[in-house]
T-cell receptor, first 114, second 113 residues
Framework: DSGVTQTPKHLITATGQRVTLRCSPR?????VYWYQQSLDQGLQFLIQ???????AKGNILERFSAQQFPDLHSELNLSSLELGDSALYFC?????????????FGEGSRLTVL | GENVEQHPSTLSVQEGDSAVIKCTYS??????FPWYKQELGKRPQLIID?????GEKKDQRIAVTLNKTAKHFSLHITETQPEDSAVYFC????????????FGKGTSLLVTP
């Protein structure tokens, strides 16, 4: 158990819909990272938050947004869903704002868009 | 941002043989290089990392080497065992920068008994 909690574990929805994925970092970790994992693309970095503020942005689509709340949990919002958005979405956390140490990954949220 | 290339995408070895996975990176300022292992259906977990001030690091059967001049680093697994079968991801990052870990596309390692 990494200490990072993600909900829901599985989600099935239709194209055009909107979903919210939730992540609670390890106790004491201030940084939250979101990654998308699809079969042929490996782990794609989406976005990082540190203590409530956006710290780094990767290949995140405009239809996607995220935020980190004062209690440090984070939400990833995916809207106008397309078939290609089906993937495993991982949240990870770390103590520092820079990934100079281990990222602790949650178990992931598997999104299926039909 | 950093671009990390990883090869091979799949690797099959017999139990007891060695396995080598190679990665290259684009940003010469990158100075932190971790390797993550992801077993089937599980989350990625850190297995070893190296910083740019060292050329090699070992942890039991696992070692990582770094060639800063050529901008590549490699994971070496000796005496492979079936439980080493997993997907391995390399990553690179620039400490004291703003961007997070950028991963390679992964290598699926299969160790056959």
């Amino acid at each position: 158990d990494s200490g990072v909690t993600q909900t829901p574990k599985h989600l099935i929805t239709a194209t055009g819909q909107r979903v919210t994925l939730r992540c609670s970092p390890r106790s004491g970790d201030l940084s939250v990272y979101w990654y998308q994992q699809s079969l042929d693309q490996g782990l794609q970095f989406l976005i990082q938050y540190y203590n409530g503020e956006e710290r780094a942005k990767g290949n995140i689509l405009e239809r996607f947004s995220a935020q980190q709340f004062p209690d440090l949990h984070s939400e990833l919002n995916l809207s106008s869903l397309e078939l290609g958005d089906s993937a495993l979405y991982f949240c990870a956390s770390s103590v520092a704002s820079i990934p100079a140490g281990e990222l602790f990954f949650g178990e992931g949220s598997r999104l299926t868009v039909l | 941002g950093e671009n990390v290339e990883q090869h091979p995408s799949t690797l099959s070895v017999q139990e007891g043989d060695s396995a080598v996975i190679k990665c290259t990176y684009s940003d010469s300022a990158s100075n932190y290089f971790p390797w993550y292992k992801q077993e089937l259906g599980k989350r990625p977990q850190l297995i070893i990392d190296i910083r740019s001030n060292v050329g090699e690091k070992k942890d039991q059967r696992i070692a990582v080497t770094l060639n800063k001049t050529a901008k590549h680093f490699s994971l070496h697994i000796t005496e492979t065992q079936p439980e080493d079968s997993a997907v391995y991801f390399c990553a690179a990052s620039k400490v004291n920068s703003g961007y997070a870990l950028n991963f390679g596309k992964g290598t699926s390692l299969l160790v056959t008994p």
